[in-house]
């Protein structure tokens, strides 16, 4: 373990860059950041992950937001167990008749100021399972969305612009 | 003759179905293919339902054999094979759920998808419509002193999908787990029906996000012995290594998030880099992460292209170098250790009736990998041979992978340096008569079924999709019991079962 660990001192980090906000997922946003709020929760935000019905690929690329490469904590936004310490819902899947009731809930839990993400293209518009009678829609026809991040799934560079973007308005 | 060719003997054979034989029975010879399956004679690879008749899957025991056995519902009705096999009641709920079949003598009839919320019953079979409010589930009663429940879900506290566990415990230790899934259905099969081939194919590849490439794969297969047509080499080639990539990205991911959910986070962000990689070098190739959508049925939406190659040679040189260190500060930390040696025990017979696949199976002694089938897989020319492992807890779960890893870096290579040159996908043909296929491939997590009727029209008469899952989540409840809850994050990634693929 101990080479290990001093290799990962001596070698260079495999950390990107930092991803330029995008500039459609800001111009969404500005509108809907109020500056108070924004004040409030300085450059941080604690993250809440809800699969409402997805297939799994799009939590498979959010995950991936926490490797090394993407380093989603230098950025001051991390990942929570509860929605009860959430500033912001990550909301994944077209939204199941199943889960409903549950990601309703999800969303009462989450105290205000709050945002919700809509992450893939299942989450704005139910994406191929559109017509479903098992599926409710998209995620903006159960909880009201700030903003939609397409994809599917969305890369990782493309959930971080998104998510800068929401820090930077 | 053996058991199954038994049952096919005296079946009314069906035409039209392929590679392996359909034929339909009645009741009598259902039962019987049912206590055959209840001895151990073959093994149920799944059950399904239709409008008006159910389906099964058997194995013979060294799976060399397999067909499916029909019978028709006249009545709405078709004898319980989950009364005398347990591995078939989810699946036989599922039915009923779906179509409003009736297995007669079924031990447990509560429903397992429809919640309640559906705003209708019987989704694809005679619909009836209702409230849709949901309705309450009822656990098993658990009796006895000094017992607590903990309900869990169905979100979760990490970035998983969602589910409900209710555990029953004494003090710290489990004595039931009892799960209750359906959450993320989103009427996979209600979606199929009627589709075109193209749009089917990628709902197939989004039944399980993570094993995308397995389920077009195990599609696009059925399709083409459906259709009787012959996919040119290099597209085969260029699946299986797909295949491979896919199981090496997830292998790796699993590896780290194990380690991690022993507290052991070193791993995590070590195998993280390399999965990332993994993905990275698919994206530069196959100009997709996950590569969903790049198996279609025919052959392959892309071909590979020199440098595309160049960056896979590239990528097992990476891990060829890193992961060994990976594993020997696996097998060397004992806190690790002590966390995984002996935890979540999963009984070898019990892999076994459950036809476990997959790594679960195969830690627990049940040597059945999809990849040793014959074609059309190039898997017999690359010298395949499954991992196994006895001891059947977490740590032989992780082990089974670890070799697996390495066995993926070897069929890669040996992919690169075979890959014959030429077409990289058939034209599909039109039919004028119903055609059907099955076909079974080897995800990273286990052999996923497809089976397909294809109509007339050339579009899906009926889809069924099974993941390994299915017989995986209910061997997660009994591996548990004895263990201390806080095990269970532990015993439960190295299951990894998806929700997805089981919930449709
Ligand atoms: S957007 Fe794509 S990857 Fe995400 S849940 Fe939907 S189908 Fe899966």
């Known amino acids: 373990m101990s080479k290990l660990l001093l290799q990962a001192l001596i070698l260079p980090p495999v950390t990107e860059p930092a991803p330029k906000p995008a500039a459609d997922a800001l111009a969404e946003i500005a509108a809907k950041v109020d500056a108070a709020a924004k004040r409030r929760l300085g450059r941080s935000l604690s993250i809440r992950e809800v699969d409402a019905g997805s297939c799994n690929g799009c939590e498979l690329e959010i995950h991936a937001l926490s490797n090394a490469f993407y380093d989603l904590e230098r950025f001051g936004l991390r990942f929570v167990a509860s929605p009860r310490h959430a500033d912001v819902l990550l909301v994944t899947g077209p939204v199941t008749r199943n889960m409903r009731e549950a990601l309703e809930r999800t969303w009462r839990a989450t105290p205000d100021p709050k945002w919700v993400v809509a992450v893939g293209d299942c989450a704005a518009d139910c994406g191929l399972f559109a017509g479903s009678y098992a599926v409710a829609g998209g995620v903006s026809a159960v909880v009201p969305v700030d903003l939609h991040i397409r994809g599917c799934p969305p890369s990782p560079i493309r959930l971080l612009e998104g998510l800068l973007a929401l820090l930077e308005s | ?504």
């Open chain 2, 1 to 504: 003759m053996s058991a199954l060719g038994d049952i096919l003997h005296r079946g009314r054979h069906v035409a039209g179905h392929h590679p392996y034989p359909r034929v339909e029975v009645d009741a009598a010879g259902w039962e019987d293919a049912a206590f055959q399956t209840a001895d151990g004679r073959c093994t149920l690879l799944s059950l399904w339902g239709e409008v008006d008749g159910v389906h099964m899957a058997l194995a013979g025991p060294d799976a060399m054999e397999i067909a499916v056995i029909s019978l028709p519902c006249a009545g709405g009705r078709f004898p319980s094979v989950g009364q005398h096999h347990p591995p078939a009641i989810r699946l036989e709920r599922s039915i009923r759920d779906l179509y409003g079949l009736e297995p007669q003598g079924a031990i447990d009839e509560r429903p397992w998808l429809d919640h309640g919320r559906w705003g209708r019953r019987r989704p694809l079979g005679a619909a009836t419509s209702d409230a849709g409010s949901g309705e309450a589930y009822d656990f098993l009663p658990v009796e006895g002193d000094s017992l607590h429940q903990i309900p869990v879900g169905p979100v979760h506290a990490g970035i998983i999908e969602p589910g409900h566990f209710r555990f029953t415990a004494n003090g710290e230790t489990v004595v039931r787990l009892e799960q209750r899934l359906g959450y993320v259905h989103k009427g996979l099969d209600g979606l199929m029906q009627g589709a075109d081939l193209g749009r089917a194919a990628k709902l197939a590849g989004r039944a399980s996000g993570d094993s995308t490439v397995a389920y077009a794969t195990a599609f696009a297969q059925a399709v083409e012995a459906a259709l009787g047509i012959a996919v040119p080499p290099r597209a085969q080639w260029l699946r299986a290594l797909m295949i491979e990539l896919e199981r090496l990205a997830n292998h790796l991911g699993d590896i780290g998030a194990i380690c991690n959910d022993a507290s052991f986070a070193l791993m995590l962000a070590h195998c993280g880099i390399l999965r990332e990689r993994v993905l990275r070098a698919a994206a530069a190739a196959f100009d997709h992460r996950l590569m969903m959508d790049r198996v279609i049925p025919g052959g392959v939406a892309v071909d590979l292209a020199s440098e595309g190659a160049a960056q896979f040679r590239a990528l097992l040189a990476e891990i060829r170098a890193r992961f060994p260190a990976l594993v020997e500060l696996y097998d060397d930390t004992t806190s690790l250790q002590d966390r995984t040696v002996g935890t979540g025990r999963l009984d070898p017979a019990l892999a076994r009736q459950f036809g476990a696949g997959g790594f679960v199976g195969r830690a627990a002694g049940r040597g059945f990998d999809a990849r040793s089938l014959a074609a059309p897989l190039p898997y017999a020319e690359l010298g395949f041979k499954p991992v196994t492992r006895s001891e059947g807890d977490v740590n032989a779960r992780v082990w089974v992978r670890i070799d697996e890893v390495n066995h993926s870096l070897a069929l890669i290579e040996r992919l690169l340096d075979g890959v014959p040159m030429g077409e990289i996908a058939a034209a599909l043909p039109s039919v004028a008569e119903p055609r059907e296929g099955l076909a079974l491939v080897e995800g990273f997590r286990g052999d996923v079924l497809a089976w397909l009727r294809i109509g007339a029209d050339g579009r899906i008469a009926r889809c069924h999709l099974r993941d390994p899952s299915w017989f995986q989540w209910p061997l997660l409840e009994a591996v548990i019991e004895g263990n201390i809850v806080a095990d269970f994050p532990l015993c439960n990634k190295s299951f990894n079962c998806s929700y997805s693929g089981h919930d449709l």
